[in-house]
């Protein structure tokens, strides 16, 4: 069993199962979870679990893509003054960024989203925080307003864009996140495989259902079968991947000295 850090997890939408899903993680070696928020109310939840679980559950607040077609101007700066009143309490801003997706745009078109996602940038630029970055079918975007807002540290979660975009953000020294679908999903694996160990950090983004054949819905203790998804397609040793993907990730979110590692 190694050390894993989930690094992108929606607990707050399973917080009815909430301290099956932490001893369940505790048990499959995971040592910390990256709680993501995606609105004012999921934010809340994620301040409470991250609170009930201090020391493993981490907070990041944020204003995910697929909320904007209920996030009215009020809610948005409501949404806003959460995420800085809670600046110092958080491990990064996210979930945030684009998406692309045509029922995604329909709800909140790029315009809107951009606009958005712009003053989250602002957040981040400010208080220099870490961002934890959606990027659906908007990889190059997204990349570029990063990049334009001078963000020193950005994690693009579940990447399956092109390999053009990727090694720019590497290049940049930003980071990609694998999540279980490294097992099966074509675009994903190609990702994976492209991103040096330095430049990458493991996730499940739960309660996603993933499978081809075999559905099931991911809980924090699936960064293990991200684990073995990215030993395997990077013929490296699970040990070797695990040593470094939780490095990376206690760096990332500057924990280095809070979680223990042994
Ligand atoms: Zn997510």
């Known amino acids: ?9 929606h607990l707050d939408e399973i917080i009815e199962d909430i301290d099956r899903a932490v001893s369940e993680a505790k048990k499959a070696g995971v040592v910390a979870i990256m709680a993501v928020g995606q609105d004012y109310e999921s934010n809340l939840k994620i301040l409470q679990i991250s609170e009930k679980y201090s020391g493993f559950v981490y907070p990041a607040l944020g204003l995910h893509p697929w909320s904007l077609g209920n996030t009215d101007a009020k809610k948005m700066s409501l949404t806003l003054q959460q ?7 958080i491990v990064a801003i996210g ?3 684009l998406d692309y997706d045509k029922r995604v745009v329909a709800s909140a078109d790029k315009e809107r989203q951009k606009e958005a996602f712009k003053l989250v ?6 208080y220099n925080k870490a961002l934890s970055v959606h990027s659906r079918y908007s990889w190059k975007d997204s990349f570029d307003l990063v990049k334009e807002y001078g963000i020193k540290k950005a994690v693009f979660h579940w990447y399956t864009g092109f ?8 290049a940049e020294g930003y980071f990609i996140s694998a999540t279980p679908a490294t097992e099966y999903h074509d675009e994903h694996r190609r990702a994976v495989k492209e991103t040096p160990l330095e430049s990458l950090m ?7 259902t993933y499978g081809r054949e075999n559905k099931y819905m991911a809980y924090p203790a699936d960064v293990g079968r991200t684990l073995k998804a990215v030993a395997q397609i990077k013929t490296v040793s699970e040990k070797d991947i695990a040593e470094q993907t939780t490095d990376n990730a206690l760096r990332f979110f500057g924990l280095d000295r809070q979680v223990r590692v042994i």
């Open 121 to 126: 940038l602002e957040l981040a630029r400010r």
């Open 202 to 208: 493991l996730e499940t983004d739960c309660p996603v």
């Open 163 to 170: 390999s053009s975009v990727l090694r720019e953000i590497i």
């Open 1 to 9: 069993m190694y050390r894993l850090i989930d690094t992108h997890a």
């Open 83 to 89: 995420i800085e009143d809670n600046i110092k309490k």
């Open 95 to 97: 979930e945030v960024g």
